[in-house]
């Protein structure tokens, strides 16, 4: 079957219908775009047809670009993978630049077949780019849907016209939220904006529009003699500020670390200062230097495919029947077990919430109703749905309320007794075959599992704070942990739609031993006198959300100073001292606990905002007289993560090398633009790495030190997609 069809009526008009075989949403491929070419030019043809619609044969319309289609461009372009990329867009430009002049004369603009785009749900992407390209455009009153050009997530740029169409249409300070943030918007919201109509039935509408439409009504506005763009053109006063103040504002943004953004708004300015044809030109060349550009292309990799698979249940052990949750226990109600339980009844699974009293099991639920009460606010959710969501959260001291749950997540006080008590009470309750789970942050899952009666079934399910919020799980298996305890929690991590990755038990497991010692490495600067401005800001410069005192303050300064005494107690001899160490003790004593006590690294102001670097620091910790360069402390901070990632793939703890850099990215906000801590690696090679190593461990220490995986992949210039990436399982 093919992926659009096209049908002719009665009344003149034809219907092309996207609908790809197999699949729940729309993705355009290179079959699909000439497949629309064909029917374009049979349409455009046909004298006894007076106009098109396009629509789709699914309840959305298109969820944008098969993305493996740019790899395709690549491929099939050789020794010349620029070239391919750029004509394969310019292929999509011509196409769409078809649909919008529809056959009219160039030089009156008459005579062209009115071209409608009837959008039953969701338009992104390409998915929007094509009915931007048509005369008008009609989108379902569906309150499910949404409109936008989300491109700019994951490394690239609406490249198949929608960026010069939008800002042309809207001005660029109005498109700005869709083309640099890419911003999702409903129905109602997109009106005049991004679709011209939101009616009840967008087919019916767009073929009434069809029948009556005049030549005036095909024309665009670029198109029209005397066009200005809205908000000023680059050469005008107004224009000129507006993109002065864009620049600032993308380098203020992305730090001058994303490629993608800042080549999106020098195709808008280039653009604007030349025809539109022109523009679409200069458009495809800056989409090209992106997609060229190491970084998109492992953004890509990492934040749509790899996240796309992991999520689609490439880990999940086979041969396992489906696994979703019907019953839920959450044993501790603080801030962790309230928001498992909040994400849980979201997803439409009844919870029971366990504290040691009734007064403390409310308190946690009460966490959902206060979330419930600000979406109603804001219009995200309404009275009823919020009603129903809270009546599936039962909160109890009374463990009888486990009985029939299938998945149990413990997530009490961080002590190995406390937990081996709640375990043995919980399991001498629930039924045999019930999954049991740990949401431990820190605590070996093997260890825990000893007090369970069935450890096949027990494993470590590792929540993110604030829950709601955070997008990454990490599920850890220990020793004795069977394939059904896996398929479970990887099941129960799709239905809450987040995204799971699985990990072998070791302490710390994967995300916490990588952002530790980054962390750790921050403070250590602090103690050898480096500015903490320097710290922060090398670390925001190279795409880190948070610089290392910043997420200390964040996350508790009595928790870091916990965290190193219980692995120093567990680890004994072999403990690392560390200088960060006293720095964190010290600032304990003092009461400088973070944020929670409005001092920590940082000052802060009675409404708990930050003030700047709290400068008694220095009182203990001279500043140096000469400051290390930015690289410097840069390579320090980065090499500290991903050497702990090399560690973790290398001692079998990471089982799949998509999931070190899916897992990095969504669990501590790891340079994005780089694809995660594995993918930087393979940009700046396996070679120069292990020199790096070398250097910075002749300098700092033995923490430095080239693990034996990336000595051997440098002596052998390998990469790490190219030796342990799915197409190379595949081949082997």
Not at 244 to 261: D, E, R
Not at 264 to 270: D, H, K, N, P, R
């Amino acid at each position: 079957m093919a992926d659009f069809t096209l049908t002719k009526d009665a009344d003149g008009i034809a219907t092309i219908t996207w609908d790809v075989p197999g699949k729940t949403m729309n993705v355009m491929s290179l079959e699909g775009l000439a497949q629309l070419n064909d029917h374009i030019d049979d349409v455009l043809a046909d004298d006894t047809v007076k106009g098109v619609v396009i629509t789709s044969g699914k309840d959305t319309f298109a969820g944008g670009m098969d993305l493996n289609l740019l790899a395709k461009m690549k491929e099939d372009a050789g020794d010349n993978p620029a070239k391919g990329l750029f004509e394969g867009t310019m292929k999509m430009h011509g196409l769409l630049r078809k649909i919008e002049r529809a056959g009219m004369d160039p030089k009156t603009n008459k005579g062209g077949k009115p071209i409608a785009a009837a959008l039953p749900g969701t338009a992104a992407g390409i998915g929007l780019e094509l009915p931007l390209a048509t005369h008008r455009t009609f989108i379902a009153d569906n309150p499910k849907a949404k409109v936008g050009l989300p491109e700019i997530l994951v490394g690239i740029f609406p490249g198949a016209g929608g960026t010069t169409r939008l800002a042309r249409k809207l001005g660029a300070m109005d498109a700005s939220p869709f083309l640099l943030e890419g911003k999702m918007v409903s129905p109602d919201k997109a009106k005049g904006k991004l679709v011209d109509e939101v009616v009840a039935d967008p087919v019916a509408a767009a073929r009434d529009w069809v029948l009556s439409a005049t030549d005036a009504d095909l024309v665009k506005p670029w198109d029209q003699k005397g066009y200005k763009m809205p908000g000023g053109a680059p050469y005008h006063p107004a224009g000129f500020m507006t993109f002065v103040g864009a620049a600032a504002m993308v380098n203020g943004k992305t730090q001058g670390v994303y490629p993608a953004a800042k080549a999106l708004l020098s195709a808008v300015y280039e653009g604007a200062l030349v025809p539109f044809d022109t523009a679409l030109k200069i458009e495809a060349r800056w989409f090209t230097n992106v997609l060229m550009n190491p970084s998109s292309g492992a953004m890509i990799r990492s934040l749509f495919l790899n996240k796309e698979a992991l999520e689609k249940g490439a880990v999940r052990p086979q041969g396992i029947e489906d696994q979703r949750v019907k019953k839920l226990g959450v044993l501790g109600a603080g801030l962790m077990g309230a928001g498992i339980a909040l994400v849980s009844a979201q997803a439409g699974i009844e919870v029971v919430l366990i504290d040691r009293d009734q007064e403390s099991a409310d308190r946690g639920k009460n966490y959902s109703e206060k979330y419930v009460e600000g979406g109603i606010k804001r219009g995200k959710t309404t009275q009823e749905k919020g009603a129903a969501l809270l009546s599936r959260i039962t909160a109890t001291p009374d463990l009888d309320a486990l009985k029939g749950c299938d998945l149990i997540i413990e997530a009490v006080f961080e002590d190995p007794a406390v937990k081996a008590e709640i375990t043995q009470k919980v399991e001498a309750i629930i039924p045999d075959d019930c999954i049991f789970a740990s949401n431990t942050s820190t605590l070996p899952i093997s260890e825990l599992a000893k007090a369970s009666k069935n450890q096949d079934q027990f494993i470590g399910i590792h929540f993110f704070s604030p829950v709601e919020k955070m997008l990454l799980v990490e599920i850890i298996k220990g020793a004795n942990t069977g394939d059904r305890a896996v398929a479970k929690a990887l099941d129960y991590v799709r239905q809450i739609r987040k995204t799971p990755i699985v990990v072998n038990d070791a302490r710390f497991f994967y995300a916490n031993r990588c952002i530790i010692p980054y962390i750790n490495e921050g403070t250590r600067m602090v103690t050898e006198g480096v500015e903490p401005a320097l710290i922060e800001n090398a670390a925001k410069m190279v795409g880190m959300p948070l610089g290392p005192l910043q997420l200390t303050d964040e996350t508790a300064i009595d928790l870091g100073a916990k965290i190193a005494r219980a692995t120093k107690a567990a680890m004994g001899d072999d403990y690392p001292d560390s200088p960060s160490d006293d720095l964190i003790f010290w600032l304990e004593e003092l009461g400088r606990m973070g944020r929670k006590a409005n001092a920590g690294f940082y000052d802060y102001d009675e409404k708990g905002k930050r003030t700047g670097i709290w400068r008694g620091v220095h009182d203990k910790y001279p500043l140096m007289d000469d400051q290390p360069e930015l690289t410097e402390v840069q390579h320090r901070l980065l090499f500290s993560q991903v050497l702990e990632a090399v560690r973790a793939l290398e001692e079998g703890v990471l089982m799949d090398i998509r999931e070190g850099d899916v897992g990095a990215i969504l669990g501590w906000g790891f340079a994005p633009w780089s694809g995660g801590p594995l993918s930087w690696l393979d940009i700046i090679g396996a070679p120069y790495a292990a020199e790096r190593c070398d250097q910075l461990e002749a300098k700092y220490g033995e923490r430095f030190k080239c693990p034996d995986l990336l000595r051997e992949m440098a002596e052998k210039n390998q990469s790490f997609y190219g030796r342990f990436g799915p197409d190379a399982a595949k081949a082997a």
